[in-house]
């Protein structure tokens, strides 16, 4: 299983910025997915969460300003970031809690970078 996202960069306070994951490989199927974010000199945080049922978990920092979706059948997640703060600058994991032919299991993407300037 391979978790691919994509769609970090470099924007101004209070641009937007569209994350995607898609998982690969021999999934059986996938509990929840999610966005993680872990700031220099910081430990990794929960940005959101999304069930299969769409049940989506917000941290309050985030609340009202990024919204997590995702797309069953191409087995990926999105994260929507508008009005980005500088605080907001870090590496972006994707998680999925899945179900493959060894069980359930957790995988982590590989990391995009988001940077926001003042």
């Known amino acids: 299983v391979q978790l691919q996202a994509s769609g970090g960069g470099l924007v101004q306070a209070g641009e937007s910025l569209r994350l995607s994951c898609a998982a690969s490989?021999?999934?059986?199927?996938?509990?929840?997915m999610g966005w993680y974010r872990q700031a220099p000199g910081k430990q990794r945080e929960l940005v959101a969460t999304?069930?299969?049922?769409?049940?989506?978990n917000y941290a309050d920092s985030v609340q009202g300003r990024f919204t997590i979706s995702r797309d069953n059948a191409k087995k990926t997640v999105y994260l929507q970031m508008n009005s980005l703060k500088p605080e907001d600058t870090a590496v972006y994991y994707c998680?999925?809690?899945?179900?493959?032919?060894?069980?359930?299991?957790?995988?982590w993407g590989q990391g995009t970078l988001v940077t926001v300037s003042s």
């Open positions: 490989g021999s999934i059986l199927s996938i509990n929840s």
């Open positions: 999304i069930t299969s049922g769409d049940f989506r």
């Open positions: 998680n999925a809690d899945l179900y493959n032919y060894s069980g359930r299991r957790n995988f």
